[in-house]
C-alpha cells in the first residue's frame, strides 16, 4: 500500500496526513476549504521542523516527507487513486455518512474506507457503503505524530483481512494498534468522556476550582494533564459530541452531559481551538490561564 487519502485538514487530519507522509505513503490530503489545507501544510511544516531540532527527523526526511503531500478541495480527485481513505471529519453522524457515501462512489472499490471517528458506530458508518466488509475505524490519538495509540475498531462486517491490513499499517507508522468492538465510545472515549464530565459538575457544583480540581487528578492520579485542561485541548465541542454519542447510544443517564459544558459550546467558548474555555490558551505565547468567568 502506497496511497492514502485523508479527509479533513483540522486538528486530527492534519496531524494523520502527517504522520503517514513521515513514514514513507504518498498522501492526498482533501478538505472542502482551501484555507483549511493551507493551514494544514503551514502545521504540518512547522510539526516536523520541532522533530529536526529535536533531532527525531532530519531535514532531509523532513523534505521528502514534504514533498510526498498533495493538496485538493476535489474529493472525487482527491481518492481517485488511493488504497486506504482515512476519514478525520467533524464528529458529526450526518456529515460522516455523507461522506462515505462518496468515498464508495469515487474511491477504487479496492480500497479501505478507515474513519477516524471517536464514537460513532463504525457499523451505521458502513451501512452507508456498498462495502461494508473494507469499513473500519482508524481512531488515532491528538497530537497524533506524538501518541503511540490507534484504537481498531471493526464495524459489523468488517473482513479480517482488512483489520489485519490495518493493524500492520498503523506498527509501520510505529504506532500500537489495539482491537476494540463496536460499542458507542469504543473504550477510550467511553471511560475518558464520563471522568471529563464528572470534573465538569464537580466544577459546576462549587467543589472545587477549575486549577484545583486539575491539580488534584495530576498529583493524586499521577495524570499529566487534568481532566478540565484535557477536555481544553480535545475541544469542548468534540466533549459534548462524543457524551450524546454515550447518552443516546446507551440511554443511560449517567453519560448526560453536564449543564455547563453545553452552555459553554453554545456560548462558543470550546476550549484551545477559540482561545477560551475553562482556560484561556494562547496559541503564540502558550501562555495559560484560568478563564476569568471561573476566576
Same mark, same amino acid.
Given at each position: 500500500m502506497k496511497n492514502v487519502s485523508v479527509i479533513g485538514a483540522g486538528t486530527m487530519g492534519n496531524g494523520i496526513a502527517h504522520v503517514f507522509a513521515q513514514y514513507g505513503f504518498d498522501v492526498t490530503l482533501v478538505d472542502v476549504q482551501a484555507a483549511s489545507l493551507d493551514r494544514a501544510v503551514q502545521t504540518i511544516t512547522k510539526n516536523m521542523d520541532r522533530q529536526v531540532s529535536k533531532g527525531s527527523m532530519t531535514e532531509d526526511q523532513k523534505q521528502q516527507a514534504l514533498s510526498r503531500l498533495k493538496t485538493t478541495t476535489d474529493l472525487k480527485q482527491g481518492v481517485s487513486s488511493a488504497e486506504l481513505v482515512v476519514e478525520a471529519a467533524t464528529e458529526n453522524v450526518e456529515l460522516k455518512l455523507n461522506i462515505f457515501r462518496q468515498l464508495d462512489e469515487h474511491a477504487p472499490a479496492t480500497?479501505? %474506507? $478507515?474513519?477516524n471517528t471517536s464514537s460513532i458506530s %463504525?457499523?451505521?458508518? $458502513? !451501512? !452507508?457503503?456498498?462495502r461494508p466488509e473494507k469499513v473500519i475505524g482508524m481512531h488515532f490519538m491528538? *497530537? +497524533?505524530p506524538v501518541m503511540k495509540l490507534v484504537e481498531i475498531i471493526r464495524g459489523y462486517s468488517t473482513a479480517d483481512e482488512v483489520a489485519a491490513e490495518i493493524s500492520t499499517i498503523s506498527k509501520q507508522l510505529e504506532k500500537i494498534p489495539v482491537e476494540v468492538n463496536d460499542y458507542p465510545g469504543f473504550v477510550a472515549n467511553r471511560i475518558l468522556m464520563p471522568m471529563i464530565n464528572e470534573a465538569i459538575w464537580t466544577l459546576h457544583e462549587g467543589v472545587a /476550582? +477549575? !486549577?484545583?480540581? @486539575?491539580? +488534584?487528578?495530576? %498529583?493524586? #492520579? /499521577?495524570? *499529566? #494533564? /487534568? *481532566?478540565?485542561? %484535557? $477536555? @481544553?485541548?480535545?475541544g469542548l465541542d468534540v466533549c459534548l459530541a462524543i457524551l450524546r454519542v454515550l447518552h443516546e447510544g446507551f440511554g443511560n443517564p449517567k453519560y448526560a452531559p453536564c449543564p455547563l459544558l453545553v452552555n459553554m459550546v453554545t456560548a462558543g467558548k470550546k476550549g484551545d481551538k477559540s482561545g477560551e474555555g475553562f482556560y484561556c490558551f494562547n496559541k503564540e505565547t502558550k501562555e495559560l490561564a484560568v478563564s476569568p468567568h471561573f476566576a
Open positions: 480500497c479501505i %474506507l $478507515a474513519s %463504525l457499523t451505521l458508518i $458502513a !451501512a !452507508a457503503t456498498k491528538n *497530537p +497524533v /476550582g +477549575v !486549577a484545583e480540581i @486539575d491539580e +488534584v487528578m495530576k %498529583l493524586g #492520579m /499521577g495524570h *499529566p #494533564m /487534568g *481532566p478540565l485542561r %484535557l $477536555a @481544553d485541548f480535545i
